[in-house]
């Protein structure tokens, strides 16, 4: 049984669909992403996964509980955590407040310093900012403090809404060395992207999504030669 | 060069203008004169020509200042500042004078344009002379007077014993704060200070007569009701603007239930008291549910509305059977104490006080807890917040309920203490004066909110000397106050490090920040 389930999600913003029947599948332990160009329903997506929009119809499965029927804030003791998009971190807040936010739900205080630990060794910049005021930091601290603050919900899977916007390529690079990592120490991920080049190089699988619809479903390996993909979303001929 | 200092002597010399001449058309300057010729017991004439001369001197103090980024300008450039501005502000103040003293002289009743501008006003400036003479005096007073301040101001700023004498200042300073900040570290010190400054809250309403117990109980009342809209709007960011709802639950709640019209239920104050507090706090929750699901500026119009309506319901003659409508009730229930009357100001003053500690204590632990980080999430970024995993609405409804129930004890405790309560003492005003105190004292800190409410509430006691004035130095105060320190009297600490570092971002660092990866790329 695959993690997460996504079947014929319809969202709709007032009267206007934005996902038009969107079905999807994770698997435990994968990074898959999603690609697709402005508009195409990513963000929309994650957010109703994640329980920020409520589906008009259709099912949204996490290890046997329906998302679509559970409040956003229950979502995340669920095990599902979210790294907003323009990475929304709470600029007025220090570093040290944002990370502690990102466990809110829990309580457990143990594992919430092993996991604080956890985070300030991915991020050492985060250490050294540690007091200082989030709005101070540069874009890609921000980003890194967004995934710590993600992390520190210690979620099963990890939704990640566009890591690389509005960041130096050398700063991209880095960020997806961490997101590999972060797989590999066991969580999953479900990775949106418009840098599809990026992407697919980490991923597992990749779906490809276009005005509200699941174009094509395939592996990272697949789609990076996939000559719709290379034109398209690659810019390769 | 010499275009900078007049730039800069003009723009001091014209504030100056600008200040004499308004005092001077709004008639001010004989109320002024006559507190100083009380004050001084000096002539009246002399008294404004002081009260000039000291403005003046402001004035030139102001021009003759160095900016830090700057170097000190040489004593001729110094006094040519000085001198622009003494003659622009007195050419102004002069051409002035002559206009309408000569206007008066031809026998044009000024007063039907400019109410305040009286006949004795005008005497009092032209010194009994001249037109022409007086004009003359009030151009070379400010001359002399931005002179003089510039050499002053300079003189002070260049004196041999100035550093020294600020160095034993601030080590005076340190020698009474520091053992101070000490002793709050430790246990027991922290125990003594407590019982120290209780001796003194205990001693005060004793040492107090009944007019100041009085004045101060109002300062008291706005305190709850500050602390209890920072939960709301400082704490949760939820912008109240009907916030004088829950002040007219408890003042009526108290009424109806104690009073002997319109219901004649006389209960006991001490039975009500918990009752209104817990009313309080549930109409802020039951109003709470279906405004909270609004953001920003809309939450505040309908809570604007709300305040309205509980007033306008309040008043209404359709319903007087209930609330005695715009008559208001009379013969509210006081406290008794152990079978004696408790209700004198000075014993409504130690339980504002009680009050006003059992609500800072509450507040204090509240922010420090597990909802209190929820409100500041919610007030930086709802959405976000959510994704955290908040519960948003039970949040920033127990912010309501929690803010509405200190208000309701504040209006237990106002209406019991007049022994009576009406639908006017609950006008839009009272929710401004509260969000103002909550502003000016530094939002979300709490010894910010006890200095609002004192500046708010008791400054204008104390300006009650200004009379006819009092209004507008309140208002030019508050401006003045929010201009030199918009983050409030005294932030909370997290405001104070916000305002420092964006103007350390405003100016440019001294190093370019490096964009940062990990491992240290850039």
Known sequence: MPLLEVRDVHTYYGNIEALKGVSLTVEKGEIVTLIGGNGAGKTTTLRTICGLLKPRSGTIVLDGKDLARTKAHEIVNLGVAMVPEGRGVFSRLTVAENLDLGAYTRTDRGAIRRDLEMVLRLFPRLKERFRQIAGTLSGGEQQMLATGRALMAHPRLLLMDEPSMGLAPILVESIFDTLREVNREGTTILLVEQNAHMALQIANRGYVLQTGQIALAKSAEELQHDPMVRKVYLGID | ?522
């Open chain 2, 1 to 522: 060069m010499i275009a900078s200092d007049v730039r800069q002597g003009l723009r001091s010399g014209m504030l100056l203008a600008i200040v004499v001449v308004f005092l001077f058309l709004i008639g001010a300057t004989t109320t002024i004169a006559d507190i100083f010729a009380n004050a001084l017991k000096q002539d009246r004439g002399v008294s404004l020509q002081a009260v000039l001369g000291l403005l003046a001197l402001w004035a030139g103090s102001q021009a003759a200042k160095v900016s830090l980024d700057e170097k000190r300008p040489s004593w001729p450039r110094t006094l040519l500042r000085a001198g622009v501005a003494g003659l622009s502000s007195g050419l102004v103040i002069g051409l002035t004078l002559l206009l309408t003293l000569r206007l008066h002289e031809q026998g044009i009743n000024l007063r039907t344009y400019l109410y305040q501008l009286s006949p004795a006003s005008l005497d009092l400036w032209s010194l009994g002379r001249s037109p022409i003479a007086a004009a003359l005096f009030h151009v070379l007073l400010p001359l002399v007077g931005c002179l003089v301040g510039a050499v002053l101001a300079r003189g002070f700023r260049d004196a041999p014993w100035r550093g020294p004498a600020s160095r034993r200042m601030s080590a005076v300073r340190e020698a009474i704060t520091r053992p101070l900040a000490n002793a709050a570290r430790t246990r027991w010190g922290r125990i003594l200070l407590y019982a120290a400054l209780g001796t003194l809250l205990l001693l005060l309403p004793l040492r107090l007569n009944n007019y100041w117990n009085f004045t101060l109980g109002t300062v008291g009342i706005y305190v709850l009701m500050g602390l209890g809209l920072n939960v709301v709007v400082g704490l949760a960011g939820l912008l109240d603007l009907g916030y004088v709802v829950f002040f007219a639950v408890g003042s009526y709640t108290i009424g109806l239930l104690t009073a002997p019209t319109p219901h004649n239920l006389m209960w006991d104050f001490w039975i009500v008291l918990p009752i209104a507090v817990l009313l309080a706090a549930i109409i802020g929750v039951l109003l709470g549910v279906p405004v909270l699901r609004l953001r920003g500026d809309y939450l505040a119009i309908v809570t604007l509305g709300f305040g309205e309506i509980i007033r306008v319901l309040l008043k209404a003659e359709a319903l007087a059977s209930f609330s005695n409508g715009p008559r208001g009730i009379p013969s509210i229930a006081q406290p008794t104490l152990v079978g004696l009357p408790f209700g004198s100001d000075r014993d409504f003053m130690y339980m504002i006080i009680l009050s006003v500690m059992l609500v800072i204590f509450l507040t204090n632990r509240l922010q420090n807890s597990r909802v209190g980080r929820a409100w500041i999430a919610i007030r930086e970024d709802e959405t976000v917040a959510r994704a955290m995993g908040i519960n948003t609405l039970t949040s920033k409804l127990l912010a309501f309920g929690i803010g509405a129930a200190f208000a309701g004890l504040g209006g237990v405790l106002f209406a019991s203490r007049s022994q009576f309560t009406g639908p006017d003492d609950f006008n839009l005003m009272v929710s401004i004066n509260v969000l103002a105190v909550v502003i000016v004292g530094g939002m979300g800190s709490i010894p910010g909110v006890i200095a609002g409410a004192f500046v708010l509430k008791g400054l204008p006691e104390v300006l009650r000397e200004l009379d006819a004035y009092r209004i507008l130095s309140f208002g030019a105060l508050l401006v003045a106050m929010m201009v030199l320190r918009p983050e409030g009297l005294i932030p909370s600490t997290r405001r104070r490090l916000e305002m420092q570092e964006a103007r350390a971002a405003e100016s440019p660092p001294a190093t370019p920040v490096a964009p940062v990866g990990r491992g240290g790329a850039a």
